[in-house]
């Protein structure tokens, strides 16, 4: 399973735009980046996940270069209740043992009003 | 809400003894995994079930085992608790993906287990 790195926390302001950037430099062919967000006791919620280039949907965009080794998650004129932790994960899909999710430290997002 | 509910909430044992910890899947989902997420730290996997079998196991001791039921609904057993074992336990589901990409998984809001 390919090791991410990402930040370990990230201070932004309400309204603007927050960019997590997660490195993945041993990224496999037929692997996926998802994204993950925790609030404070509850349980992590899927965020967006993408192979490669661009994916949008209501919530974030998720950017992947060509070689596929970072991808950046972007949140959208942020609010206060995007206060959260933000976990970027690699991995191939299917149903066998590989399927799990490896979580990282994960980023800790703090917007500030 | 993502459909999935864990009970109890909350749990105080002490050392040695065991507990066991319980999940309802998401409606139609047959795949449960359950994760160990330590005061600050990102969850870890546990182990997943897929139409009651074990489907894949992280790097926990033995004395950590799970059931699925026909229902799709899962226990985590966990024997001779340890003080490191106090953690929030979450269950995730998720329907396979035939497809590629890594299917989602939708997380309940855990058992945080305290052993003293």
């Known amino acids: 399973l390919a090791k991410t790195t990402q930040p370990i926390s990230m201070d932004s302001y309400e309204g603007q735009e927050v960019n997590i950037t997660c490195s993945h430099n041993?990224?496999?062919?037929?692997?996926?980046i998802t994204w993950y967000q925790q609030f404070p006791s509850q349980g992590p919620r899927f965020i967006i996940q993408?192979?490669?280039t661009k994916v949008t949907n209501e919530v974030a965009s998720l950017f992947i270069p060509a070689d596929r080794k970072s991808s950046t998650l972007s949140l959208p004129r942020v609010s206060l209740s995007d206060t959260a932790v933000y976990y970027c994960?690699?991995?191939?899909?299917?149903?066998?043992?590989?399927?799990?999710?490896?979580f990282g430290g994960g980023t800790r997002l703090m917007v500030k009003p | 809400e993502t459909g999935v509910t864990q009970s109890p909430t909350h749990l105080i044992k002490t050392r040695g003894q065991q507990v066991t910890l319980r999940c309802s899947s998401q409606?139609?989902?047959?795949?449960v995994s359950w994760y160990q997420q330590a005061l600050g730290q990102g969850p870890q996997f546990i182990f997943q079930?897929?139409?009651?079998?074990?489907?894949g196991r992280g790097n926990f001791p033995p004395r950590f085992s799970g059931l699925q039921f026909p229902n799709y609904s899962s226990e985590l057993n966990v024997n001779a608790l340890e003080l490191d074992d106090s953690a929030l336990y979450l269950c995730?589901?998720?329907?396979?993906?035939?497809?590629?990409?890594?299917?989602?998984?939708?997380f309940g809001p855990g058992t945080r287990l305290l052993v003293l």
């Open positions: 995730a589901s998720s329907l396979e993906r035939l497809a590629g990409g890594i299917e989602t998984q939708y």
């Open positions: 041993n990224i496999a062919t037929n692997d996926y």
């Open positions: 993408g192979y490669k």
């Open positions: 994960l690699v991995g191939a899909g299917g149903n066998n043992a590989g399927n799990m999710l490896t």
């Open positions: 409606s139609g989902h047959n795949t």
């Open positions: 079930y897929y139409r009651e079998e074990e489907n």
